[in-house]
């Protein structure tokens, strides 16, 4: 079991804390405050969270590795990471402000994480390989499929005023491409999300369409 714990005078602070046969272990230390844990992989090996550290930043625990700072989108408010694939590998969430957002009743955008690629806004990562939205603003990430290839989420429609949802099936990827050996003659190529794409990412590769 995971979720959050509080004290007759903390306010609104939340502490994440996980349950391990009848365990109460907080995540928060002496020397780092960690927020409420959200979700966790099925088999519990990965947990994420919201609000952790100095500048209150989504989070994910393992047992090897302890607590990890994804990132945040801007310097204020919340950053929550809220849905992971089953190999922990695939992270996504929300985080922003009204202040950072202006005119989108919600004040946040999704974000995106995965090893190769880091913490992104969601939003960047998929207009910049060509995806359309018709005005839509992708404000948060509420589930992923086991493989880490659908997000389901909510969005604000400018058009209707309001909030919607939506679901994004990212099966490939577009990338510019730079052959080891002759990084001048770039071309756009598309690989599957999942393994390709961040083997790309790790020699220097970017999410874009190449342009002269």
């Known amino acids: 079991m995971l979720g959050w714990y509080d004290f007759n005078n903390s ?3 939340r502490f994440g804390a996980r349950w391990v046969n009848g365990e109460f272990i907080p995540f928060t230390t002496p020397a780092m ?6 979700v966790s992989t099925p088999d ?3 947990i994420l969270g919201r609000n952790a550290g100095p500048k209150l930043e989504a989070w994910y625990w393992t047992q090897e590795k302890g607590i990890q700072l994804l990132g945040r989108l801007g310097a204020i408010n919340v950053s929550s990471a809220n849905a992971v694939s089953d190999d922990g590998q ?5 985080g922003g402000s009204v202040a950072q957002f202006p005119g989108d009743v919600a004040g946040h955008r999704a ?3 995965t090893p190769e690629l880091g913490f992104v806004n969601f939003d960047n990562f998929l207009r910049a390989q060509g995806t359309a939205f018709d005005g ?3 404000n948060s990430t509420n589930s992923i499929t086991p493989d880490g290839t659908k997000f389901v989420g909510s969005g604000y429609v400018p058009h209707l005023k309001g909030l919607a949802g939506w679901i994004i099936d990212i099966q490939t990827v577009n990338i510019c491409h730079a052959p080891p050996g002759n990084p001048t003659n770039t071309k756009t190529i598309t690989v599957p999300f999942r393994g390709d794409m ?4 790790k020699h220097g590769d970017t999410i874009a369409f190449c342009t002269q």
């Open 198 to 201: 961040g083997d790309h990412l």
């Open 111 to 113: 974000f995106l994480w």
């Open 44 to 46: 519990g090996s990965v």
């Open 136 to 138: 839509w603003l992708i």
């Open 90 to 94: 695939v992270i996504s969430g929300f």
């Open 33 to 38: 405050y960690i927020g409420e844990a959200n």
């Open 11 to 13: 306010g609104t602070t």
